[in-house]
């Protein structure tokens, strides 16, 4: 811990802590980085010992980085199981919504919900190593007024992938069948792709680790008439 703190100082290591992110750079090419990881969590608390990622604390912070004149452009680097579909679209729309440069980087995994996340960005990376998995709206717990919630289902998936192929090169129908799949992940419909087949089916636009992020985030900022 001392050594950590001699190299990033205690404020940096306390914004880690804090918000998962921290501020890098020189004056005048700042960069926010920021990690989605484990769960996203929404209305509902998830139980202790479970990584997430609460939304109502990166909301401020993404507003705060879009009002901060010395941010120069946000790094998200993704680890994610998915998790609440309305908070995981949310932050989504607004990292889409942002004028600053973004990209987004998918380490070890995107999933789920955490899919509209890795396209949201005006560049997104992912890891040869990387997994995506793709699937169709699900529900937890009891279930009343089953019309009712296949409409609800079939509207909020009608959303996402509206979403995705708004914000990637990914056609439609691709989508929907790599979503409906039935041979291609074990106990669900769905499918489960690696770092090149997201970018030969236009999910993801490039290959690549944190050294081509990073490039292609301080080339954006570089000629922000680009973006």
Do not use: W
């Not at 949310?90 to 440069?101: G, Q, R």
């Not at 079939?154 to 409906?180: N, P, T, W, Y």
């Amino acid at each position: 811990m001392s050594e950590e703190k001699e190299k990033y100082g205690e404020s940096e290591l306390e914004e880690i802590f804090k918000s998962g992110g921290v501020t890098v750079g020189g004056e005048g090419q700042e960069i926010r980085c920021l990690s989605i990881i484990g769960q996203i969590e929404g209305h509902y608390a998830l139980g202790e010992g479970q990584k997430a990622t609460k939304y109502e604390h990166l909301i401020p912070l993404l507003v705060s980085i879009e009002e901060d004149p010395a941010i120069k452009g946000l790094l998200i680097v993704l680890n994610t199981m998915g998790g609440d579909v309305e908070a995981g679209l949310a932050l989504s729309e607004l990292i889409a919504s942002m004028t600053k440069p973004t990209v987004t980087l998918v380490l070890g995994g995107g999933h789920s919900i955490g899919v509209p996340l890795a396209v949201a960005a005006k560049r997104s990376f992912i890891v040869p190593s990387a997994t995506m998995t793709i699937h169709p709206v699900r529900i937890n717990g009891t279930v009343l007024g089953t019309p009712q919630t296949y409409r609800y289902f079939h509207d909020m998936q009608g959303r996402i992938v509206d979403f995705i192929c708004r914000h990637s090169r990914i056609a439609k129908s691709r989508l929907e069948e790599l979503m409906m799949a039935p041979d291609k992940m074990a106990t669900d419909v769905g499918t489960i792709i690696d770092g090149k087949e997201a970018v030969a089916c236009g999910l993801i636009d490039t290959v690549g680790g944190l050294d081509a992020a990073l490039s292609a985030l301080h080339d954006m900022a570089k000629s922000p008439q680009t973006v």
